[in-house]
């Protein structure tokens, strides 16, 4: 497959060959027809005089007869000579096509025959060749009276076929040069074109995963290869953002993991020695290995379903109520509330309906409440669904020590702890808010931690709603 330069080149030069290909046959035929024309002009010219002179309007103050008189003035070859010319032929034939004067320069020579002239259509216009020279006659029949002569009048076109030969010789020089000159210019126009593309693609293949900081920065170009260079940046400038988080997520996971297994391994240790000895020993493995098998199940389930998230695919949704599904979670986290000794409080200050997936929504719901929950020691969490414009809305504030203004954007990333020292004094994955917003965002929605002036904390998902 030949490369894009050649094939924008060859395309370039084909058009603007045909182009000028033409525009060459054009200029050629026009020039032919008006010298063609001119011809006919001077031959046309030249009939008219005669038949002013042959064919004067009649006197209407004599009474003589005189018709014919002076169209019998052209059988006389000496009064043709007024016509003739180096370049212009007279001659005067009878109707039946016999000669009866002709112009001194045509000699001994004379036009070939008539063709069929008639009142109804007394002129015609002839090509005829004469001893091998090509002639343009004009033929028109003249009539006064009694008499009729057929006036013919021939131009030859062995200089205007000169002048016709050496035009399109000229024309196919100047065509061969232009197509040369085009042929040679669409290679340099190509290779204009498709050299900053081959660049970019040199770039492209030396940048891999561990040169994704390289741009190519060419700020002085404005046209199409620019724009899809500084695209070519944005884009290297995400896939290193994005390879940044995934290190950062495969660290902090290996890190969250850790601590789990670290857990279970040695609990699984002291049960295999000691377990058939002492009673607490393996009582209290036991619990270990169940509670941090729980804690690594979470984790893992958790993960699945921010990956069932972020793809977005196969996710079926349906008409749901926020309020219905608002009141579940509610329900479901109360026990847990009711062991800290909090308030729990779900207020619906309308119905508003989204296009979801239930189960995703009602986890949403349920892990800003066990969020609430777990940073709140005393006081109360409330659960609010209201609307706003187009968008539903779901809030939950709590009455806990709040959040760091400098963690606000920070707190839905995974693995995020605004405990920087990740001690496990208060529970949880670091994956329950990564994962509301990334069911927000499956549901076309936002979410976002607010710092109210009162204290605690304030998270707010905005759904669009259907009604």
């Known amino acids: 497959m030949h490369s894009l330069r050649w094939r924008i080149a060859a395309w370039y030069a084909l058009l603007l060959v045909a182009a000028i290909l033409a525009l060459g046959l054009i200029i050629s035929l026009r020039f032919e027809q008006i010298l063609y024309g001119q011809a006919q002009g001077h031959l046309a010219l030249t009939m008219q005089d005669i038949k002013r002179v042959a064919l004067p309007p009649p006197d209407q103050f004599s009474i003589q007869d005189t018709s014919g008189d002076s169209l019998l003035m052209l059988e006389n070859a000496d009064n043709l000579a007024r016509w003739a010319s180096a370049g212009t032929f007279v001659e005067i034939d009878d109707a039946a096509g016999h000669v009866l004067a002709k112009s001194f320069n045509l000699g001994t020579s004379q036009f070939p025959p008539l063709p069929n002239l008639t009142r109804a259509k007394p002129a015609a216009l002839q090509n005829a060749d004469l001893h091998g ?9 003249l009539v006064s009276g009694r008499i009729a002569l057929v006036a013919r009048v021939g131009e030859p076109l062995d200089q205007l076929n000169r002048a016709f030969n050496e035009t399109r010789q000229a024309i196919a020089w100047i065509l061969v040069a232009t197509v040369l000159a085009v042929v ?11 050299n900053p593309i081959n660049q970019l693609a040199l770039a492209m293949r030396e940048i891999g995963s561990d040169r994704l900081n390289r741009r190519l920065r060419w700020k002085n170009r404005n046209d199409e290869v ?15 953002e994005s390879f940044a988080r995934e290190r950062q997520f495969i660290s902090d996971a290996s890190h969250e993991l850790k601590t789990p297994l670290t857990s279970i391994n040695a609990n699984a240790q002291m049960l295999a020695r000691w377990g058939d000895r002492d009673e607490n020993i393996r009582r209290e493995s036991l619990e270990t290995i169940a509670k941090e098998s729980a804690s690594l199940a979470g984790m893992v389930a958790g993960m699945l379903t921010l990956a069932r998230a972020d793809s977005g695919e ?5 008409a749901v109520s926020l309020s219905t599904l608002g009141a579940e979670a509610v329900a479901a986290a109360r026990p847990r509330a009711e062991e800290k000794g909090l308030e729990l409080s779900f207020r619906a200050q309308s119905q508003p309906i989204v296009l979801g997936d239930a189960s995703l929504i009602r986890q949403l719901f349920s892990n800003l409440i066990d969020n609430a929950i777990k940073f709140t020691d005393k006081g109360r969490v409330d659960v609010r669904v209201r609307t706003e414009g187009n968008q539903a809305l779901i809030e939950v504030a709590d009455t806990g020590p709040g959040i760091d203004p400098r963690d606000l954007a920070l707190v839905f990333d995974r693995f995020y702890r605004t405990d920087k020292s990740r001690s496990r004094i208060i529970p949880g994955t670091g994956l329950g808010l990564a994962i509301v917003r990334s069911i927000a965002r499956v549901h076309d929605g936002t979410v976002e931690a607010l710092a109210p002036s009162g204290g605690g904390a304030l998270f707010r998902a905005s759904i669009p709603r259907i009604s």
């Open 133 to 141: 020279t090509p002639f343009l006659i004009q033929n028109e029949l």
């Open 184 to 194: 040679a210019l669409s290679l340099v126009l190509a290779a204009q074109a498709t």
């Open 226 to 240: 620019g724009k899809l260079a500084a695209t070519f940046d944005d884009l290297l400038a995400r896939l290193e």
């Open 314 to 318: 196969a996710i079926p949704k349906e």
